[in-house]
């Protein structure tokens, strides 16, 4: 009997353990389930606090602004330019959207002569260094002593919508407007230039190439640094997607080569980017039309002169700083 007893004991007991180890599987496997449901790929959509940290750890993988552009454009690519695309950086942004001056009467008669000064490197060149690397340097030392001249000589830094919006609606501009321009994104641009324009209460505009910086490339700026710059009043424009000749290409090509790195400016600064600048200053009509077509405002070109006016603002002249210039050839192109 006793025998009996503790069989039937361990029996029941046996089945206990059965029923328990069973139930706790099931609701195991639900609670496994529950937890993924985020990492089917609803990014964005599921608030942090909700989820589990093994899922966000693998939904917060970035998503590239860039697929947007894929070159599948009809002839009006412009609804695809939607800043609203890219998925929110984290930490809070200051918005900031332009708006295009609209044209009154006078618009198509204004003639403003303002210089829109073309700067390339803002360090001393390396040792051996090429003589087109030397002639696009110019040294931090040059660089504060110009900037101390625009001061002192009642120069005040515009910017390209401060030229457009004087030129469409006749908004006032100071008595000598001259605009910073710096091209390709250097990484002395932001250690040597930076801190000068800051010094002297100026600014500038500064375009880059949204693919050299994706890269990491070490010579350019980060999107950090870009960053902190537009959020102290620098303007980040377009400077193409890679750099090419844009020339004779084809419409998916320039919408490539256009829409990406205005995409990419926005998601990283913030701000949403109107101007451009010509790789090395070609261009051709399929250009400017495709530029057009996504809210490029103007454009500037290395065509040397400082006539600006409306109906030439995709075709904007800029004046060279060439390196190794002294104070006096700087006053001689500002004036
Ligand atoms: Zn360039």
Not at 264 to 292: E, Q, S
């Amino acid at each position: 009997m006793v025998v009996h007893r503790r069989i039937l004991w361990a029996g029941c007991l046996l089945a206990v353990v059965l029923i328990l180890w069973q139930g706790y599987q099931v609701a195991d496997g639900m609670a496994t389930a529950t937890a993924r449901l985020p990492q089917a790929g609803d990014i964005g959509l599921i608030p942090a606090e909700t989820a589990t940290p093994r899922p966000i750890a693998t939904a917060t993988a970035p998503a590239p602004v860039l697929p947007v552009t894929t070159p599948t454009a009809t002839l009006a690519p412009t609804p695809m330019v939607s800043p609203t695309l890219a998925p929110a950086p984290a930490p809070p942004l200051q918005p900031l959207a332009l708006e295009r001056p609209a044209p009154d009467l006078d618009a198509h008669r204004r003639v403003l002569s303002a210089p829109i000064l073309m700067y390339h490197y803002i360090s001393v060149p390396p040792a051996g260094a090429d003589k087109y690397r030397v002639d696009l340097s110019v040294s931090p030392d040059m660089f504060d002593q110009q900037l101390a001249y625009l001061a002192e000589n009642g120069f005040a830094t515009v910017s390209l919508h401060d030229l457009l919006a004087h030129l469409s609606a006749g908004a006032p501009l100071p008595p000598r407007p001259v605009v910073l321009t710096f091209d390709d994104g250097y990484r002395d641009n932001y250690e040597n230039a930076f801190p000068l324009l800051r010094k002297y209460g100026f600014t500038g505009t500064f375009f880059v190439v949204s693919d050299f910086i994706n890269a990491g490339r070490p010579e350019y700026m980060t999107w950090e640094m870009l960053r902190e710059m537009a959020e102290a009043g620098m303007s980040i424009e377009s400077h193409s997607r890679t750099h090419p000749d844009l020339r004779g290409r084809s419409f998916q090509f320039l919408v490539w080569e256009i829409l990406g790195p205005i995409e990419a400016i926005t998601h990283h600064t913030g701000r949403r980017p109107h101007f451009f600048c010509y790789p090395a200053g070609k261009y051709d009509r399929d250009v400017i039309a495709v530029l057009a077509s996504v809210e490029t405002w103007a454009a500037v070109t290395t065509n040397p002169g400082r006539r600006q006016t409306l109906d030439t603002a995709m075709t904007w002249p800029r004046v060279r700083v060439h390196g190794g210039g002294s104070l006096r050839d700087f006053a001689r192109l500002v004036h």
